[in-house]
């Protein structure tokens, strides 16, 4: 038997929908706005503002970014390896920490797993964390210096080791213990093919915050050709802005030779590009990923 | 044979485990807690060309400094203000949210608004301070030439700190909300449909569903999302402060927190004292806090006490 929908049920549903639908626009409008940008002439951008339609439509800001590829291809290099091998590594000590926090039979798991969640709470600050990345550990201009910053964060952490706890039964674990795997096969047999939800969501945050980071290069990195490609962005942005403003107080317009704002934006678009196309595929994982269950054990 | 329960008998029989876990117990003692030990730094002359400890002590010189600087005050008001606002606030929105995106029908629908409402957090902050500059740039910025073509004056955002309060919590908002709703959209899914069915049958409608059921099914969701935001109540959000205003002194008496600020006196004005004296304080501050509200909470409910 069907219950009939009251009507509080459809008012309510009315609110959900308006709720939604503006909500969504206010995500998207910005992502239009510099799409537009983007694919608009340099010139109307300057005499007629940024709009949501091009006013005229250009792809001057692209051809001008890939007439002199170098640059840009080296920052995505960087920001390639970066991401992929940070990725890998990150996801590999996350799930192991996770699978051995969530066994029951792991004596000091709430200690340990307190021991991680502590750092969250308290901390040197930034000098001293600088002075151990540049001085003891010496990463300054090397890739270590922007892989090891953001490799394990306590959220993660325990993000996988609620997923695992919940997506791996205890009596697997169990049994094939009897069986007379050892803990590291049980691992990687089955825990892991087991937590691959959970693995698409974390390996994706990972690999988002490695796309996204500019502020591991501009602590660490002084050699332009290691800058990853959010701080080449930012760097072209603060430039342009430097030279339009230098431009408007001598009375010249810089902006003939290039499309500073058009081009501007299409680098945004350029740089953003590659993580969106990622998202699609590991958005079903999602809300099957995003189990979190206490820190307090 | 080994005693039993002994921490050696625990170690050998799960030496597997323990191997396991140790590169991440490694990575966190150098990477978090060996700096603590640099806490020191607040109370020397900091001298590139020596080592820690032979630096010469100073005492609470650093600390006198930065007092004497007048901004302490200013400082904690901004980051605890905006922290809570953001709490608050963040937690509100994405409950409400997910709330009404799982009582939705129509699978399409719900797949890509959610999707839309995530987005945003995809956006890089470097991106952020694009779209910011796009939308309140004073000569092409899309808010003054609406204004111009409703033939009215443009407005010099970058000139109004009050303005600012609006535009951060705004964009925190904006990026960061649609994060925490697919976690409580998770927990949602996770509540098993036998308790609505039964409250229909027993002719709850829809908002006491929600009030009765959902809401409290999300609390473990909150504790956890609560207890990560306030260990971060006294930093948290460099990104976003930093990309939308920059090194832009005349916002700063509404958009400085002390995490801008201790980046701006070791980039920009070099001043290492300054820094780790005012990072210390963070540190400490935002610790006693945490104390303080945790023994409150536990002496009006054990059970939500963080730890």
């Not at chain 1, 503002?49 to 005229?56: A, D, N, Q, T, V």
């Not at chain 1, 991401?83 to 996801?91: D, E, N, P, Q, Y």
């Not at chain 2, 959000?237 to 939308?244: A, G, S, V």
Request: aromatic share 16%; with cysteine.
């Amino acid at each position: 038997m069907k219950i009939r929908e009251d009507n509080t049920a459809r008012w309510f549903r009315l609110i959900a929908y308006i709720v939604v639908i503006t909500g969504s626009i206010l995500c998207l409008l910005p992502f239009l706005l510099i799409l537009s940008a983007s694919l608009s002439s340099n010139e109307s951008i300057l005499t007629q503002g940024y709009s949501l339609i091009p006013k005229e439509f250009s792809l001057e800001g692209y051809k001008v970014i890939f007439q002199m590829p170098d640059e840009v291809l080296r920052a995505y290099g960087v920001t390639i390896f970066v991401t992929v091998a940070g990725t890998a590594l990150g996801l590999l000590l996350i799930t192991m920490a996770g699978y051995v926090l969530q066994r029951k039979d792991f004596k000091y798991r709430n200690y340990f797993s307190f021991f991680i969640y502590f750092t969250t709470l308290f901390g040197g600050g930034l000098v001293p964390y600088y002075m151990l990345i540049t001085n003891y550990l010496k990463f300054t201009n090397t890739m270590s210096a922007l892989i090891w910053p953001s490799l394990m964060t306590p959220f993660l952490i325990i993000l996988m080791r609620s997923f695992i706890s919940s997506a791996v039964p205890d009596e697997v674990i169990e049994s094939s213990k009897i069986d007379g795997a050892n803990d590291f096969v049980i691992y990687y047999r089955i825990v892991l093919p087991l937590a691959v939800p959970g693995l698409a969501t974390i390996g994706l945050f990972l690999a988002l915050h490695y796309w996204n980071d500019w502020f591991s290069s501009a602590l660490f990195i002084s050699d332009p050709t290691k800058y990853q490609l959010q701080f080449y962005l930012y760097n072209i942005i603060n430039t342009s802005a430097f030279l339009t403003n230098i431009g408007a107080g001598a009375g010249v317009t810089l902006s003939e030779g290039v499309p500073t704002e058009a081009m501007k934006m299409s680098m945004a678009i350029v740089v953003t590009g590659p993580i969106l196309l990622l998202y699609p595929f590991i958005q079903r994982y999602f809300v099957k990923g995003l189990t979190v269950g206490a820190v307090k054990g | 044979m080994l005693k039993k329960k002994g921490i050696l008998h625990e170690l050998n029989t799960h030496k597997v485990l323990y191997l396991m876990l140790l590169p991440t117990i490694l990575y966190f003692l150098i990477n978090n807690y060996l700096p603590m030990i640099g806490i020191y730094y607040a109370f020397v002359q900091f001298d590139f060309n020596t080592n820690l400890f032979d630096m010469k002590f100073v005492g609470l010189k650093n600390f006198e400094f930065l007092w004497k600087s007048g901004k302490l005050l200013e400082l904690t008001f901004n980051t605890i203000g905006y922290n809570v606002v953001f709490i608050v606030l963040g937690n509100v929105l994405s409950i409400t949210v997910a709330i009404l995106l799982s009582e939705l029908k129509g699978k399409w629908f719900k797949k890509i608004t959610q999707s839309i409402l995530f987005l945003p957090y995809f956006v890089s902050f470097v991106i952020l301070s694009v779209i910011v500059f796009n939308l309140f740039n004073y000569e092409q910025g899309v808010l003054n030439t609406v204004l111009q073509q409703l033939g009215m004056e443009p407005v010099d955002v970058y000139s109004k700190p009050k303005l600012w309060i609006f535009f951060i919590i705004f964009f925190y908002l904006w990026k960061n909300f649609g994060y925490s709703m697919v976690i409580y959209l998770a927990s949602i899914t996770g509540i098993s449909e036998e308790y609505y069915e039964a409250a229909k049958m027993d002719g709850a409608n829809i908002f006491q569903r929600v009030w009765h059921i959902t809401v409290p099914m999300l609390r473990n969701t909150f504790v956890i999302l609560l207890l990560f935001a306030l260990g971060s109540i006294m930093k948290g959000q460099f990104d976003l402060f930093y990309q939308m205003v920059g090194n832009n002194g005349i916002l700063f008496s509404t958009t400085d927190i002390l995490d801008t600020y201790v980046y701006r006196s070791l980039r920009v004005t070099f001043d290492m004292g300054m820094a780790t004296s005012a990072g210390v304080y963070q540190s400490l501050f935002g610790f006693t806090l945490i104390l303080v509200v945790n023994s409150i909470i536990r002496k009006i409910n054990k059970d939500y006490a963080l730890f």
